[in-house]
């Protein structure tokens, strides 16, 4: 069983920077495929960031060249470095771990799921 925590999530004025985490326990997270995904109001959940078991990275084309995701294994955690935060990045942000090896962009093939973060980028 993996249980994941998210953290970091708050209110920014747009431009901004915010760093989520997400901690995982009962598994190493160089054993898991991890992933970050958002949920706006009224709108269905989408891909935003995930980290292979292998080390690869993917982001999606919305957020490219503004988050940045990462592991620290010794931590246990994975992280989103978002910056130059719009409004429409304003959305619930979850965290969600698999077992499966390469990088998984649907919701689908992930196992497990944080509780989520609330992410608000002010105008």
Do not use: H
Not at 55 to 83: H, P
């Amino acid at each position: 069983q993996v249980q994941l925590a998210e953290s970091g999530g708050g209110l920014v004025q747009a431009g901004g920077s915010l760093r989520l985490s997400c901690a995982a326990s009962g598994r190493t997270v160089s054993n898991l495929g991890m992933g970050w995904f958002r949920q706006a109001p009224g709108k269905e959940r989408e891909f935003v960031a995930a980290v292979s078991r292998s080390g690869r990275t993917s982001v999606t084309d919305s957020v490219k060249g503004r988050f940045t995701v990462s592991r620290n294994s010794a931590k246990a955690t994975v992280y989103l470095q978002m910056n130059a935060l719009k409004p429409e990045d304003t959305a619930a942000y979850y965290c969600a771990a698999t077992l499966d090896l390469g990088i998984w962009t649907s919701s689908a093939a992930y196992v497990y799921w944080g509780q989520g973060t609330q992410v608000t980028v002010s105008s």
